[in-house]
């Protein structure tokens, strides 16, 4: 049968892994990991032999189609990341998506993920929420996510790295406000796993002077509609761009106006 197995793996603790994890991975004909070595810890704690082949954000386009014929000629595969869910915000996507294209099945197993022990752990509402990954690093592309999130009735959860913490606490600051309740999450599963809310002004004072070290995921409130409060400096921002970008006053005043309950002349009256 054609199969291809997508395999979460700890992220930090090893007993993290499911049994059925490991069988399968005794099991494949060949196991692709995004760093073999990092890999190899995991597999040989568990006594997992199966040959092991590199497979990452810079060779997969080059390797895809190969994998593709592989598996269609009775080769089993299975898919593991440094560390969690395969495809969230880590290699798998483009192995999947072109599997499901070749009607070839994917068995995908219930594991490990960074989002959901800090989205439960956090006490944030859990019963409908967004999860934004890492934030584009492009200018106009970060501050639009972060203008999502500010007006966003949902929870919120984004990957970041450490030494990229408070820059983007920093963001959250100036889109939601310092009143904004959060929550990070910091080395889960870990030894010295850590969350530190409750709001964004303290997180930063919490972190400010401190070397940090560590995973981090960052869980946010949504907001209440009716205590969304516009922040004109950031509408005025986009005002802005869109003029920028050759709209007319007059059609980038409705559009904002329109995107953030206003009416359209309180935009137009920010120029
Ligand atoms: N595929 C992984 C998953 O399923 O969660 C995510 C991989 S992504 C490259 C790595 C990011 O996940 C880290 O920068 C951090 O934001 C988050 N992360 C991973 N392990 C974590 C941990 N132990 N504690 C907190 N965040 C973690």
Do not use: W
Not at 41 to 58: A, D, E, G, R
Not at 100 to 112: A, R, Y
Not at 178 to 196: C, N, Q, S
Not at 233 to 250: C, F, Q
């Amino acid at each position: 049968m054609n199969k291809i197995y997508i395999i979460p793996t700890p992220i930090g603790n090893l007993e993290d892994i499911t049994f059925r994890a490991i069988t399968t991975l005794k099991n494949v004909d060949c196991i692709l990991a995004e760093d073999t070595r990092k890999s190899k810890k995991l597999l040989n704690h568990y006594n997992i032999s199966t040959k092991i082949i590199s497979y990452h954000q810079h060779n997969e386009h080059q390797k895809l189609m190969k994998i593709i014929e592989n598996i269609k000629s009775g080769i089993n595969y299975a898919i593991i990341s440094d560390a969690g869910t395969p495809s969230i915000s880590d290699p798998g996507f483009l192995l999947v998506r072109e599997c499901v294209k070749n009607d070839i099945l994917v068995e995908t197993l219930p594991g490990p993920t960074a989002l959901i022990p800090a989205l439960v752990n956090s006490g944030l509402a859990s019963d409908r929420f967004v999860f934004e990954g890492f934030l584009p690093k492009k200018k106009i592309d970060r501050e639009r996510i972060l203008l999502e999130i500010s007006k966003n009735e949902k929870t919120t959860i984004l990957y970041e790295s450490p030494k990229r913490l408070i820059k983007l606490l920093k963001e959250l600051l100036e889109f939601c406000g310092g009143d904004r309740e959060i929550m990070v999450a910091r080395e889960l599963t870990k030894k010295f796993e850590e969350h530190v809310g409750n709001n964004i002004n303290n997180v930063i004072e919490f972190f400010k002077d401190k070397e940090i070290i560590g995973e981090i995921t960052i869980v946010i409130k949504g907001i209440k509609k009716r205590d969304f409060n516009p922040n004109k400096s950031i509408i005025k921002k986009d005002l802005n761009y869109l003029i920028d970008a050759g709209l007319s006053l007059s059609a980038a005043s409705k559009y904002l106006a329109k995107k953030n309950g206003l009416k359209k002349s309180e935009v137009y009256n920010l120029i």
